[in-house]
């Protein structure tokens, strides 16, 4: 599906701290961000202790391709993680808890070519 000029977007990257309110399943913390412009943020919620930190992958568009947030944990920090999210726009998937993280960023998956990624975003703790 077309969504602006060409397939291949300029990835911007973002570092922001916001507090969101507690929906569902979803962190009531404040979170750093990496984000690609009409796609989608990874979203670290938590990163100040040692053992709880969460990685979400939010889609912010309806365009039917999958998200996924890759990332890097400081107890295992040369071990990529992704957490996908296949649910579509609006929605957000979670990690499972683990120590700090150290990088991420965000990913759309594209069919039939390489996938549009972020930038990796240093995440502070």
């Known amino acids: 599906m077309h969504r602006g000029l060409s397939k291949r977007r300029v990835a911007i990257a973002l570092s922001a701290v916001g507090v969101i309110a507690l929906v569902g399943a979803a962190p009531a913390l404040a979170y750093q961000t990496a984000t690609l412009s009409g796609t989608g943020q990874a979203r670290v919620y938590d990163n100040s202790t040692s053992s709880s930190a969460v990685v979400g992958a939010w889609d912010s568009t309806s365009d039917s391709n999958p998200v ?25 998937d979670y990690s499972g808890t683990g120590s700090w993280v150290i990088k991420a960023r965000i990913c759309e998956s594209q069919i039939s070519q390489p996938d549009d990624c972020s930038v990796y975003v240093a995440m502070s703790h």
């Not at 996924?68 to 609006?90: D, H, I």
């Open 68 to 92: 996924y947030s890759t990332y890097y944990r400081s107890a295992s920090s040369g071990t990529e993680r992704n957490v996908w999210n296949k649910q579509g726009a609006g929605t957000e």
